[in-house]
């Protein structure tokens, strides 16, 4: 198995949901998958990890990593690495992500990165999300989204991996607005449009134990081929 950068079409399209029941779903299957969220921002929880996404892909894995391990960084104002830099004078650690990342790679035999935001979203002037993912050498899979607008989105998000010359191994839509296109249909033109295959569609979820995870994404997904 090769490691795998979970990458979206925008914030808030659910990567975090679809990172943790990929890591339930592979440590199911036997693998022992190690999880990383390299820059995440947002209010500091009060206990546990500052970041609720990092606790959440922490214990999808079951892993006991330590949290500057798992995320280098962390900006306490829900913004980009870079208005985070610019905001706070604290600078995005470039080199520190791939040191840890390099790390949790001889601690596990399979790593999750999660992304955040789009593949644009600035860490630095010149480098963006897709810089880190060509910088990690590992595949992207792109999550999506159902509404009205994700396949200009996903279009735009393809087109700068494929810039970039970054393996993507596929789209999963996190089918979790209701008021969207057809699943079917919106399958059906992401890949005609930017043949890519489109893995599967998850439903949205609302019982984030294992036993569930593990069901939804083993009846929903193509996880072949992301292994």
């Known amino acids: 198995m090769k490691s795998l950068f979970i990458a979206g079409t925008d914030t808030d399209v659910g990567k975090t949901y679809i990172a943790s029941g990929l890591a339930v779903a592979f440590r199911k ?5 190690g999880v990383m969220k390299p820059f995440a921002a947002g209010t500091a929880q009060k206990k546990g990890f500052q ?6 892909l922490s214990n999808a894995a079951q892993v006991k990593d330590p949290e500057n391990l798992v995320n280098p960084q962390f900006f306490p104002i829900p913004a980009s690495p870079y208005t985070a830099w610019k905001n706070l004078k604290i600078k995005p650690k470039i080199s520190t992500v791939l040191s840890n990342f390099k790390k949790l790679s001889k601690l596990h035999d399979f790593i999750l990165v999660e992304g955040m935001g789009g593949v644009m979203t ?5 480098y963006h999300v897709v810089n880190l993912i060509k910088d990690m050498k590992i595949p992207t899979v792109i999550v999506t989204r159902s509404k009205i607008g994700t396949v200009n989105h996903t279009i735009m998000t393809i087109d700068a ?18 008021d969207g296109y057809n699943i079917k249909e919106l399958k059906r033109d992401l890949q005609n449009l930017t043949d890519v295959k489109v893995l599967g569609s998850i439903p949205f979820i609302d019982d984030m134990s294992d036993f569930s995870l593990n069901k ?10 992301l292994m």
């Not at 600035?122 to 010149?126: F, H, Q, T, V």
Request: hydrophobic share 40%; proline share 2%; with cysteine.
């Open 29 to 33: 299957m036997g693998h022992d998958v």
């Open 161 to 178: 991996c494929k810039r970039f010359k970054i393996q993507i191994k596929g789209i999963i839509i996190n089918n979790f607005d209701g």
């Open 216 to 225: 939804i994404f083993k009846k929903n997904l193509d996880l072949k081929s």
């Open 51 to 56: 970041s609720e996404d990092v606790e959440i």
């Open 122 to 126: 600035p860490i630095l002037k010149d």
